[in-house]
């Protein structure tokens, strides 16, 4: 079997057991550095709601949670591995950049101008990948990159080109984030033309699009996608769970369920000031919690007809054909 990194070390591929494959324990957008006067950072709180993640979908049968938090949005590898010591759950952190308008792209602009960056960008990716991320000796297990709604920017396409290349030689899958469910295809085609293997590619967040021509067209490449938002309705240009229900209910029955994984996008604990949301919002978004899929989506699925070992190729055996690719 192949291995998977997580934060306590290599684990066989079949060791993951039931997967979440796009979640986040602790995350904060670039900048919430600079309003520590008001919203400091408290290590203790963020660990102790981490616990409190991991025993929640524990107690769903979860063994694994890829954190998909990328380098400049707050990851933090030490802290994963505390939680994952503490709860026994798998714990697989990430390597890569947040997308141009969303993430921090000063630092490589400016960097730009003095060297050669997509250089600087493989060396970062392949010494964390083979040596691990700063002096923790932590190696992330995946690649979290992610593209622009309207397209996939100069700046972006130096960490896709860079992750596939590494992807290529140490065998580290990549999962990505697509702004509105927009650029899936040409994500793909970027990773595969790079040299990335198609088993080893989901490409995220992609029911945000429920254009079932566009789904189709993105598994048509081989790639898996994620239907790894659920939760996450009537906001940031996101469909309710409804129309991603309907779509995914039809993608299984037309045969396309060994290429499909799931997840929240959730965040669990926020970096900066504490996230307060208008009443609209909140109510919209009540059911956007790390164990929506075990308590609501799957009971859909069931009552459509999709069949438990579905489910368990959703869950369990395309995660772990991901990582074993």
Known sequence: MKKINTVLGQISADKAGKTLMHE???FGYPGWQGDVTIGPFNRKAAIEAGINMAEKVKSHGVKTVVDATPNECGRDPL???EISEKTGINIVCSSGYYFEDEGAPAYFKFRSAL??????IYEMFKKEVTEGIADTGIKPGVFKLASSRDAITDYEMMFFKAAAKVSKEEGIPIIT???EGKQGPKQADVLLSE???PKRIMIGHIEGNTDIEYLLSVLEKGVYIGF???GIQGLVGAPFDTRREVCLIGLIGLGYANQIMLSHDFVNYWLGRPLVLPA???KLMAKWHPTHIFEDIIPVLQKAGVTNEQINKLLVENPRRFFEA
């Open 24 to 26: 986040h324990f602790v």
């Open 79 to 81: 802290i994963l591995k």
């Open 115 to 120: 060297g050669n960056v997509p250089a600087e």
């Open 177 to 179: 984030h697509t702004q």
């Open 195 to 197: 040299g990335a293997d």
């Open 228 to 230: 790894d938002r659920f």
């Open 280 to 282: 609209p919002a909140v």
